[in-house]
């Protein structure tokens, strides 16, 4: 049975074309755990609060503002939490058409664009937003979204309007939806942006950028993999694509697959194109959304063993695993596999020899194993016995 999952969202910026005051960037954070997590996180939510001295009041990033060594101390203390955080990153630069002008249509199209995106890989969720903006407009959009509603992607949805102020949880939100502002929003960036994005990097999730700066082009262009490897990148990258665009998370094991690709191209296009991300980094991601918790062998034969059985190619090493920019993330994949395989081969090799003399080759154990015995039998026709 999957366990029930429960979001809380909240926005940083707004519909304002106004950059110089307003700033570029609008986005919409949302933090997720399991509903038997909920009590747990409550408690060390408060903890947060007495430690960082927010006293009795909100847990809000405007609060904080521009102390960058609070926001740090506190952003690592939220890291430690057992939550992963999903996000919208609009570039209002990029927006084009005048339905953007509009408060209502910009607000409906981008959560739209968010919350089916969480549906798509939580069919059964629990939803919490806060009443900024007004009660009106979010029960006009609590419709709107019972309408995109379509089979088998939305099995069940539940979109529930808090007040922060009485919402520890949607306090956590704003306050991550604040720091991605911090990291992107070009009035608000600083020296400090890449130190925040790396110390939430364990509890992030995923980002989905709009307009969609996450294509292949960007990748090229901003690489800094001085071994970059354009075709090597493309075919993998355009694999991945295909794949999350055609998948449900209907059952746990896709929902498994498409956070696991989803983590790896959020490690790709925060240019951490030369890291690898390891099993148990994975893993922490991975049991936000499951009841019983993935086991390593699990992951690599229903994740990565599965996804590579549909063609997509991902690089794995000692230290985790990536997405192929260059020949060297293949080779190492190979040099991994090698020492994997070859003393398998090796073993089954001798047994079968062992067997074969013993019993004057009167049995063969690759017999019923036929690609196994044209490997060892190259020479032979074997597929046509």
């Known amino acids: 049975m999957k366990p029930k999952i429960t979001a809380f969202a909240d926005e940083f910026g707004n519909n304002s074309f106004d950059f110089d005051s307003q700033g570029s960037h609008f986005i919409v954070a949302t933090v997720i755990t399991k509903n038997e997590n909920l009590d747990k996180l409550q408690s060390e939510i408060h903890k947060i609060r007495k430690v960082h001295h927010f006293q009795t009041g909100e847990i809000k990033s405007s609060k904080v503002a521009g102390n960058h060594g609070r926001r740090l101390s506190i952003l690592k203390d939220i890291s430690k939490l057992d939550i992963s955080v999903f996000a919208l990153v609009v570039d209002k630069r990029k927006l084009s058409g005048e339905g953007f002008k509009y408060k209502k249509s ?15 890989t939580f069919p059964d969720l629990d939803l919490y937003v ?3 903006g007004g009660n009106d407009f979010l029960l006009e959009f609590k419709k709107y979204v019972h309408k ?8 069940s949805l539940e979109l529930n309007i808090h007040n922060s102020k009485n919402n520890v949880y949607i306090q956590l939100a704003d306050f ?3 720091t991605l502002g911090y990291i992107y929003d070009e009035n608000k960036k600083s020296d400090h942006s890449p130190v925040f994005e790396e110390v939430i990097h364990p509890i992030l999730t995923g980002i989905k950028f709009f307009p969609p700066e996450y294509s292949f082009a960007d990748i090229s262009e901003y690489n800094i993999d001085k071994n970059f490897d354009e075709m090597i990148a493309k075919i993998c990258f355009l694999r991945i694509q295909d794949f999350l665009d055609k998948v449900t998370g209907d059952d746990q094991q896709k929902i498994d697959q498409i956070n696991f690709l989803k983590l790896l191209l959020l490690y790709q296009r925060s240019n951490i194109s030369s890291r690898y991300i390891s099993t148990n980094e994975v893993l922490n991601h991975l049991n936000q959304s499951r009841n019983e918790k993935l086991s390593v062998v699990s992951f690599r034969s229903k994740v990565v063993g599965s996804l590579r059985d ?4 991902i690089a794995s090493s000692k230290s985790g695993y990536k997405i192929p920019s260059n020949a060297e993330d293949l080779t190492n994949f ?3 596999g090698n020492q994997i395989l070859l003393p398998m081969l090796n073993r089954i090799k001798m047994a079968r020899e062992a067997i074969k003399l013993g019993t004057v080759n009167g049995l063969d154990i690759l017999d019923n194993f036929t690609e196994l015995k044209a ?8 597929s046509s016995k």
Not at 148 to 155: E, Q, W
């Open 106 to 120: 910009f607000y409906k199209y981008l959560n739209g664009l968010l919350y089916k995106e969480l549906f798509k």
């Open 130 to 132: 806060d009443e900024h």
């Open 148 to 155: 995109i509603k379509v089979p088998d992607l939305f099995s």
């Open 176 to 178: 991550m939806a604040g």
């Open 310 to 313: 549909k063609g997509i190619v």
């Open 334 to 336: 190979i040099e991994h």
């Open 375 to 382: 490997i060892f039998d190259p020479q032979k026709d074997v």
